[in-house]
């Protein structure tokens, strides 16, 4: 019987569904172990052969696992809000849910095509009514808390109006808006309901606010600022603009502190690590105050270096700062508003990327020095942005190289701030320089200089010290169809609450997926959805990071309609153990994650700090893209007329990228070349070899490229099991590499090899149950040790190498040993499922399947060495090796040595001299 992956896969992939083999249950005594992918956005393409490589990787660690007695959960959704669903529906009418549903089973089926263990019981979808309630619910639950900076962490938003009727704002520490009001409990009494509720919202973790966004007029809704590349959207290349709008936004600012410190806590890949410290950004300095005394206002600055406050000649505000309008004369107006103007078609990113251009406004006004009492001008420039600190910032030309070619460039004053080797020794703490010429701070150190300027800035009423973030808080709102809505209604101008009974709160029809025509998001085309037939509801949906920062939890418990999910099983699973994703994720799903994980645990619904333990990048698998060449005319245009790689040299040529999937060992079949398109019809082709050889270069893996290879494709051709090997093969799992689909006929005949193991030359079963020799055992336990070791370190592609050589050894030996090939194929099946489970079955284990087998057990006798295969030298010229017992002291050697009948060949017989032993390494005779 041959090996036949078609009939074998399928196979065990309906027992596996039929049998439900990979539900898991809390139910048992097992240790627990939670095995976690990045769900996928289920995209109309389907996965090619770079989009399982994680899954792969999991899928092998939760199969060992579950051999090493773990109870393993490892399930699998789909984030199935998103914008390219909602896209489509906009430009053919069909409701978003039906080509998402689509899209899900093409994913489904590409899935149980390779073989993975999920639990698929637990399956979830973000955009299902059952999982988006509870994504609601959490809004409200943050909606309803605020962060106490005395208990370091969030309260019920009720604690802190109770606080207000007995004792007003006295003694709260909050992290909150800036423009808090002070009041006592008799003032707060007098308050009316709207001003009370208008309170509170400045404190709730999810608020309203105007915030500066990402405005697409053309998808009518924000973008992140991911979403936005050179100025333009991501998806289309409409035109963005930054424009001020009433904005939900959740204060992750509030969690900064934490957020950092459990970065010392998880097992994470180093580098995202680094991106997340940096992206929160916290740094320690003051905040220093500039009078302006005609508009009776301040402008704040927060700046890491108030050393150098002396050398400040101007002050420079974002295009969007709240004061620029009033600060801005009647001479400077125009030129201001057209900057601004101007700066507004900017993204955010963008802005900060541009450090060589140099642009900005004056705005004609003038604020004092808050030490000095000098007037410095006050400026706006796109450098600056609002929500980053205060949305402005002193100006050092003498000690900031972007501030000085600002004043360089429009003729503002450089003051010098000291005698710059000393500035620079004084602001090194393991020097003795001190400050010249520098106003109070002359002669003292840097730490003795901001020392003594914050005090002098906090007895003037113009700075304190203070500990700044670079993170903003997120923007939880989309102007979208296609998400979550809100459970929010609107009473008086003020947000309330639905109660938690009338959630979920549903999507509602609608007649387009478009803004309505006064630009209401699509939520206002809704025929009368209202609340309470009378309150207009939250027309944004939330963003896409909505429902991906929670859905672990419901995996755990996903039929739960009374809690996201039940104490029993948070308890039991906790939190997931390893959680493998793409690092494209550091600043978005997985610091939002992180931030609403905290969020839960500090109101009493767990007690994990952080959710993911350990986590690993997946590397991606670049395409192999391949190129022919077409030949151009005397005028440079293309004839239909392609030379092949090694001939093009020849000719004037231009490459032409061609489909990967009709190349084979880079060889063009130019039948299928002339079939796939109309003006390749009569193509003709310069050969070599009587072939066309194709020109080859890795790129990423796109249609655009030619070079996306379907992972069914390979399946139906070399077996979900070759896919799986293949893939790991090919490199280590967290770094690039390049998808070469030469090399999978490898894979596949080793799989054949492993096959024939277990059958004789006629391919019929052949099994012994002989006692394995020592060099069986040998093999067998140096590849349980090795593949343990290999899983456990996560270096998947060396086992796929020791397989192979294992393999080839038993070959060798002729190994057809029970005791040998049932351990063999236990240690191979997470790798090779399907063929394990099928040779598991010829081996008489009619009961159950492979998939919970133990693990054998390494013993190491196994590996010692009895025997040692002796180079043998006559007079240091090696002759020969000989094999012997490593127990053998020196008579013995040598008695055995001289006895040999090849030795005293080699002799010649010529008298002994002497004979040198080293144990384990060599024998020199001396003649």
């Not at 529906?89 to 998402?100: K, L, M, N, V």
């Not at 004369?329 to 101007?342: G, L, M, N, P, W």
């Not at 003795?448 to 113009?462: D, H, M, P, R, V």
């Not at 151009?632 to 490459?655: A, C, M, Q, R, W």
Request: net charge negative.
């Amino acid at each position: 019987m041959e090996y036949n992956h078609k009939s074998i896969e399928k196979k065990w992939q309906a027992f596996w569904a039929d049998n439900a083999t990979f539900k898991t249950s809390e139910s048992t005594e097992k240790p627990k172990y939670y095995v976690l992918d990045m769900f996928p956005y289920p995209s109309g393409a389907g996965l090619h052969v770079g989009h399982p490589l994680g899954y792969i990787a999991s899928d092998i660690f939760s199969r060992f696992k579950r051999a090493k007695g773990f109870n393993v959960l490892h399930p699998m959704g789909y984030d199935s809000f998103g914008l390219p669903a909602e896209q489509y529906a906009i430009q053919t009418g069909q409701h978003p849910s039906i080509t998402t549903e689509a899209n899900i089973n093409r994913y489904r089926e590409q899935m149980d095509n390779i073989g993975f263990s999920y639990d698929w019981s637990r399956e979830i979808r973000t955009s299902e009514p059952d999982y988006y309630k509870w994504t609601q619910w959490i809004f409200m639950q943050a909606f309803d808390a605020w962060y106490d900076k005395k208990e370091n962490r969030a309260v019920a938003i009720e604690q802190l109006a109770a606080h207000f009727e007995k004792a007003g704002s006295q003694g709260i520490e909050a992290e909150c808006d800036e423009d808090i009001l002070i009041f006592t409990a008799e003032e707060w009494k007098t308050f009316s309901v709207e001003e009370q509720q208008r309170e509170l919202l400045k404190y709730r973790l999810a608020y309203l606010k105007e915030s500066t966004v990402n405005w697409c007029a053309a998808l009518g809704t924000v973008l992140a600022n991911d979403e936005v590349i050179n100025g333009v959207s991501e998806r289309g290349g409409f035109p963005v603009e930054q424009k001020k709008m009433m904005q939900w936004s959740m204060r992750i600012t509030a969690y900064a502190d934490r957020l950092l410190q459990g970065l010392d806590t998880i097992d994470w890949p180093e580098p995202l690590i680094e991106m997340q410290r940096n992206w929160i950004g916290k740094s320690t300095g003051a905040l220093v105050k500039f009078p302006i005394p005609q508009l009776d206002s301040v402008i704040e600055v927060f700046t890491t270096r108030v050393d150098t406050i002396f050398g400040v000649s101007f002050v420079v505000l974002a295009p969007e700062h709240e004061l620029v309008s009033s600060l801005t004369t009647d001479a400077c107006r125009d030129q201001v508003e057209s900057y601004i103007e101007k700066t507004a078609k900017k993204s955010e990113l963008d802005r900060m990327a541009d450090t060589k251009t140099v642009s900005g406004a004056f705005t004609g006004s003038y604020a004092k020095h808050p030490i000095t009492g000098e007037d410095v001008q006050i400026w706006i420039a796109d450098y600056v942005l609002a929500g980053y600190g205060t949305g402005a910032v002193m100006a050092v030309p003498s000690g900031d190289q972007r501030d000085y070619v600002f004043a360089k460039h429009f003729g503002l004053p450089i003051v010098a701030i000291s005698d710059t080797q000393e500035i620079e020794e004084a602001a090194d703490p393991n020097k003795d320089g001190r400050y010249i010429n520098s106003g109070f701070i002359n002669g003292m150190t840097y730490n003795e200089a901001t020392e003594a300027l914050i005090a002098k800035l906090s007895e003037l009423g113009l700075g304190k010290a203070k500990v700044n973030f670079r993170m903003r808080d997120a923007i939880f709102g989309r102007q979208r169809y296609w998400g979550e809505p809100v459970p929010v209604f609107f009473k008086d101008g003020l947000p309330y609450l639905i109660k938690e009974d009338e959630l979920p709160l549903l999507l509602p029809e609608v007649d387009k997926y478009l803004p309505t025509e006064s630009g209401e998001p699509p939520l206002g085309r809704a025929q009368g959805w209202k609340y309470q037939d009378k309150y207009e509801y939250e027309l944004s949906t939330m963003p896409g990071w909505a429902g991906s920062s929670w859905y672990w939890f419901r995996y755990m418990d996903p039929q739960n309609r009374e809690d996201f999910a039940s104490k029993k099983a948070i308890d039991y699973w906790k939190s997931v153990d390893l959680y493998i994703g793409g690092s494209e994720h550091a600043t978005g799903h997985l610091l939002y994650s992180r931030f609403w994980n905290k969020i839960l645990k500090d109101l009493g619904y767990h007690n994990e700090e952080e959710p993911f333990k350990k986590l690993i990048n997946q590397g991606m698998i670049q395409g192999r893209s391949s190129f022919v060449y077409r030949i151009l005319d005397d005028e440079g245009k293309g004839t239909n007329t392609f030379v092949s790689l090694g001939l093009k040299g020849k000719y004037n040529t231009i490459p032409l990228h061609v489909d990967v999937n009709i190349v084979h060992h880079d060889v063009l079949n130019t039948d299928k070349f002339k079939a796939s398109r109309p003006d390749y019809q009569n193509a003709e082709f310069i050969l070599e070899d009587g072939k066309y050889i194709c020109g080859t270069e890795v790129e990423k893996m796109s249609k655009s490229k030619f070079n996306v290879v379907n992972p069914d494709d390979i399946i139906a051709q070399f077996g979900a099991d070759t896919l799986r090997l293949y893939e790991m093969f090919l490199g280590p799992l967290e770094q690039a590499k390049p998808w070469n689909t030469n090399g999978i006929e490898g894979v596949y005949k080793f799989l054949r090899k492993v096959w024939r193991l277990f059958h004789d030359g006629d391919g019929n079963l052949s099994i012994s149950d002989e006692t394995p020799t020592k060099a069986e055992y040998k093999a067998l336990h140096r590849i349980i040790k090795k593949v343990e070791e290999d899983i456990e370190r996560f270096s998947f592609n060396t086992s796929v190498s020791a397989f192979m050589i294992c393999v080839n050894e038993l070959t060798d030996l002729k190994c057809n040993k029970r005791a040998i090939l049932q351990d063999l194929i236990i240690v191979l099946s997470s790798y090779a499922p399907h063929i394990a489970e099928e040779l598991w079955l010829l081996l008489g284990n009619s009961a159950g399947t492979i998939s919970f087998a133990d693990y054998p057990v390494f013993k190491p006798e196994y590996l010692v060495e009895s025997e040692f295969a002796y180079p043998v030298s006559i007079n240091g010229k090696m002759k020969m090796n000989l094999s012997l017992a490593l127990d053998l002291d020196q008579k013995a050697v040598q008695d055995i040595v001289l006895s040999n009948v090849d030795v005293q060949r080699f002799m010649d017989g010529k008298a002994l001299k002497k004979l040198i032993f080293v144990k384990g390494k060599i024998i020199n005779i001396v003649v």
